[in-house]
């Protein structure tokens, strides 16, 4: 008899950045995402036992993880500003420093749910009937989110483009 824990830790130390870096990217600072990420993981041991079975167990835990930042965000009042300090690995010359803080700054202004499907579409690379088995809506609602949540951040991130081009 397999113990309960069969391939978990392989699983965390596998996954556990990846994992991380959804979770800051959708809950917007490192703490938050820490906090998050334990709970996700430890919501997935708990279930390991239905999980070991599956090919792949990442879409369950990363819905979770999206799940309990929507949760949390909904909890604040304060939606629209979540405070970032730096995003964990994630590979930018230099001079692009500047406009990922403001794309930053754009993606926190976004509501919890359109975040998620940015940070699961476009920073994680999954398509869309990935991205909506891991928030569990459908296709078509993930196409109405993203292309919502584009045209705002068009307008966030141009507008302030434009402001520090002016001062």
């Given at each position: 008899?397999?113990?309960?824990?069969?391939?978990?830790?392989?699983f965390?130390?596998?996954?556990?950045?990846?994992?991380?870096?959804?979770?800051?990217?959708?809950?917007?600072?490192?703490?938050?995402?820490?906090?998050?990420?334990?709970?996700?993981?430890?919501?997935?041991y708990?279930?390991?036992?239905?999980?070991?079975?599956?090919?792949d167990?990442e879409?369950?835990?990363?819905?979770?993880?999206?799940?309990?930042?929507?949760?949390?965000?909904?909890?604040?009042?304060?939606?629209?500003?979540?405070?970032?300090?730096?995003?964990?690995?994630?590979?930018?010359?230099?001079?692009?420093?500047?406009?990922?803080?403001?794309?930053?700054?754009?993606?926190?202004?976004?509501?919890?749910?359109?975040?998620?499907?940015?940070?699961?579409?476009?920073?994680?690379?999954?398509?869309?009937?990935?991205?909506?088995?891991?928030?569990?809506?459908?296709?078509?609602?993930?196409?109405?989110?993203?292309?919502?949540?584009?045209?705002?951040?068009?307008?966030?991130?141009?507008?302030?483009?434009?402001?520090?081009?002016?001062?």
């Amino acid at each position: 008899m397999t113990p309960p824990d069969a391939g978990f830790a392989e699983f965390v130390a596998a996954r556990a950045t990846a994992l991380l870096r959804t979770a800051h990217l959708t809950c917007g600072s490192a703490a938050e995402a820490e906090d998050v990420l334990q709970s996700a993981l430890e919501r997935a041991y708990r279930n390991w036992h239905r999980l070991r079975g599956d090919a792949d167990p990442e879409p369950y835990v990363r819905r979770i993880i999206v799940n309990l930042a929507i949760s949390r965000a909904r909890r604040r009042a304060v939606l629209r500003f979540i405070p970032v300090h730096s995003p964990p690995d994630l590979p930018f010359v230099r001079r692009d420093i500047e406009l990922r803080q403001v794309l930053l700054d754009a993606l926190r202004a976004l509501p919890p749910r359109q975040r998620a499907v940015v940070v699961l579409r476009f920073w994680e690379d999954m398509t869309e009937a990935q991205t909506a088995k891991v928030l569990g809506c459908s296709v078509g609602t993930v196409k109405s989110q993203a292309s919502k949540a584009l045209a705002r951040l068009r307008v966030l991130v141009d507008r302030e483009v434009v402001t520090n081009v002016d001062a």
